[in-house]
């Protein structure tokens, strides 16, 4: 499976490079790494033919076949450690500025009630600062990424898991999103959304995988989330979901610490 997998990966950096995008995409489009004409390019290379030339090259940039084609050796592993702490300081920083005046929340602050969500549940600000720190964290490493490792990471990628087979199965954001439009929310019971997964070239054969944490107030460690009662994971965390499921060890980042297992 894995010489097939090399294989097919050849044919398509050959016939048309075609990589994921660069980093100046909105929100909406790093979301979807996967649901993208580079995606239709990857599994059929007659779709290249159709993405403009500077797509092309903006794909094709900092990657070579043989790089596209390498395990990741440790050396490798540390690069990408190194960004995702990078921008995990750099989305702390920047929000903090933006809505603190660059300071550091204090534990009255991070409980705080904002505002409300769209089911009148409180909004607290370590919410509102966690979700705001994640999209800049999101796109700092979209654009490093894009740059450095083009067609091998993806990004809030979603993933479904049959718990009695092992089957995994990749679920795009439209998916999802008609599911919920539909009434079908519960067909996203028990899918795992990791920030950042690193792959070669395929999402269901991972190489690593990072999710960031922003601790409020910053004093409070950093943890995986445990999943409720009644869930099909209940008594679980995130992180060993994300090890059984994909297979691999996942990376908790957190400004200032950095990546850990």
């Known amino acids: 499976m894995r010489v097939r997998h090399i294989a097919a990966v050849l044919g398509w950096l050959l016939l048309c ?15 979807q790494t996967l649901d993208s004409g580079t995606n239709a390019c990857r599994h059929n290379p007659a779709y290249c033919a159709a993405m403009p030339a500077s797509v092309r090259t903006t794909a094709q940039a900092g990657a070579s076949v043989a790089g ?26 920047e929000v903090n500025l933006r809505l603190l005046d660059g ?20 909004i607290t600000r370590a919410m509102q600062l966690g979700r705001e720190k994640h999209e800049v964290a999101l796109r700092c490493v979209q654009a490093r990424l894009s740059a450095e ?24 954001r439209a998916q999802a ?33 990072f999710d960031f944490k922003f601790p409020c107030p910053i004093s409070n460690p950093a943890s995986w989330r445990r999943y409720p009662r009644n869930h099909p994971y209940e008594g679980k965390t995130q992180g ?7 297979g691999i060890r996942p990376w908790l980042v957190v400004p ?5 297992q």
């Open 17 to 31: 490079g075609c990589q994921s995008a660069g980093g100046s995409q909105t929100r909406r489009e790093y979301q």
């Open 103 to 122: 300071k550091t929340p204090t534990a009255q602050q991070c409980g705080e009630q904002v505002g409300t969500d769209a089911e009148g549940k409180p």
């Open 68 to 93: 596209a084609l390498k395990v990741m050796d440790a050396a490798a592993r540390a690069s990408i450690r190194e960004v995702m702490q990078e921008c995990a300081d750099k989305a702390d920083s």
């Open 240 to 246: 060993q979901m994300y090890e059984q499921v994909l």
């Open 177 to 209: 999103e008609a599911w919920l439009r539909s009434g079908q929310a519960g067909q996203l019971l028990g899918t795992i959304i990791p920030d950042v997964v690193i792959h070669l070239g395929e999402p269901l054969e991972p190489e690593a995988a």
């Open 256 to 260: 200032i610490l950095g990546a850990s």
């Open 149 to 172: 490792w083009p067609g091998r990471f993806s990004l809030e990628q979603r993933y479904g898991y049959d718990m009695k087979t092992g089957a995994l199965r990749l679920i795009t």
